[in-house]
C-alpha cells in the first residue's frame, strides 16, 4: 500500500511538472546572473541609489547594461531577443564588443551606460540623470561623445557581389566586399551559399566562408551540372540583444548572419564557346596585294625608262 501511495504521488510529482513546462518555459530557462563588481559607478539622486555602467555579468563573462533606470534588476534572465538593427545598436553592438573585457576604466563603462540609456530608456526619465551624471562624474561627457564617434560606421549593413565567368557558363568567380552604413569597405566575415548544380572550388562544397578584405575578397566556382542556380551571400555581425529580468538590460549578441545578396544564372558543365573558323583568304588577299603592288612598280620603272 505504501509503495502504491509513493508511486502515486511520484506521478502527480510528474504531471505536475510537466504542466509547469509546459506553462511557465520561461521559468525553468531562466538565467542567474552575476553581480558586476568594479564596472559601475554608484550615485544618489533624490535620496535614492542608483548604478551607472555594467550592472551584471553571466556566468560566461558577458556584461549586461540597465536600460531602465527606475527599476530594479532581479538577476534573473527570462527572455531574450535581439533588437532591430539601427544605427544606434550597431554602434552599442560594437562598443560591447570592443570592451567587453576586464581592465577598463570606470568612466568607459559608465560612457557605455548612458548610451544604452540614452537610446533605449524613456528619455522623460532618464534625462535628469545623463545631466546629473555629467556634472558629476569629471570627464563623464566627453567620452561618451568619443565612444559614440568611436563606433560609427564599424560593422557591416549589406555587400557588394559581382560576378566573372571564366569559362562561359563552366565555372566563374565571385568578388564579395562588405560595406558599413556610408557605403565604404569594411572587413568582416562572409558565407556564400550555392543553390543549384555547382559548388565552390576550394573544397567541392556549395558554401563558402572568407573574410572580406577592404579590397574585396574572391572566391571560385564551377559548374556541377546543367540549370540554374541562386548564389546567397551574407556576412556576420555582432548585434544587440535585450535581456528581460524584472528590468529590461541589454547584453551583446557575439554573431548574427544577416543576408543580404541574391545573384541567380544558368550553369552548364558541358559547355563549350563555338570557335571561329580560321580565315584563311585573309593572307592569300595580303599576297595578290602585294604582288599587285610590285606589278605597278616594275611597269611605272619600265615606262620611265623608255621616254628616256
Known amino acids: 500500500m ?12 510528474v504531471a505536475c511538472a510537466i504542466i509547469v513546462a509546459m506553462t511557465c518555459p520561461a521559468a525553468l530557462a531562466a538565467e542567474q546572473l552575476l553581480r558586476a563588481n568594479g564596472k559601475h559607478h554608484n550615485y544618489f539622486l533624490d535620496g535614492k541609489p542608483y548604478v551607472i555602467g555594467v550592472n551584471a555579468e553571466s556566468r560566461s ?7 531602465q533606470i527606475e527599476r530594479m534588476t532581479d538577476y534573473k534572465v527570462t527572455e531574450t531577443t535581439t533588437v532591430e538593427n539601427t544605427e544606434a545598436a550597431r554602434r552599442l553592438a560594437w562598443l560591447l564588443s570592443e570592451y567587453q573585457h576586464d581592465g577598463e ?16 530608456d524613456d528619455q522623460k526619465v532618464w534625462a535628469r540623470h545623463e545631466q546629473y551624471l555629467f556634472s558629476a562624474m569629471d570627464g563623464l561627457e566627453s567620452k561618451v561623445n ?5 563606433a560609427a560606421n564599424k560593422l557591416p549593413v549589406s555587400s557588394r557581389v559581382t560576378r566573372d565567368d571564366r569559362q562561359g557558363l563552366r565555372s ?19 558565407t556564400a551559399t550555392i543553390e543549384g548544380p555547382a559548388v565552390f572550388d576550394e573544397d567541392d562544397e556549395p558554401t563558402a566562408v572568407g573574410w572580406a578584405e577592404l579590397e574585396g575578397t574572391t572566391v571560385y566556382w564551377h559548374a556541377t551540372g546543367a540549370g540554374e542556380v541562386n548564389i546567397k551571400v ?31 544564372f544558368n550553369v552548364d558543365n558541358l559547355y563549350a564557346p563555338e570557335q571561329e573558323m580560321p580565315q584563311t583568304g585573309s593572307s592569300m588577299g595580303l599576297v595578290l596585294g602585294l604582288a599587285a603592288a610590285v606589278m605597278c612598280c616594275g611597269a611605272f620603272m619600265l615606262y620611265a625608262v623608255r621616254r628616256r
Open 2 to 13: 505504501k509503495r502504491r501511495m509513493l508511486a502515486i504521488l511520484a506521478a502527480v510529482l
Open 61 to 67: 563573462g558577458k556584461f549586461y547594461y540597465c536600460r
Open 105 to 120: 576604466p570606470v568612466l568607459t563603462y559608465a560612457a557605455i551606460g548612458v548610451l544604452v540609456h540614452r537610446n533605449y
Open 146 to 150: 568619443e565612444l559614440w564617434e568611436e
Open 172 to 190: 566563374g568567380s565571385l568578388f564579395v566586399q562588405l560595406l558599413d552604413a556610408s557605403g565604404q569597405p569594411v572587413e568582416g566575415v562572409f
Open 234 to 264: 551574407g556576412y556576420q555581425s555582432v548585434g544587440l540583444d535585450e535581456a528581460v529580468t524584472a528590468q529590461k538590460m541589454m547584453v551583446l549578441n557575439d554573431v548574427v548572419e544577416r543576408e543580404d545578396s541574391l545573384l541567380t
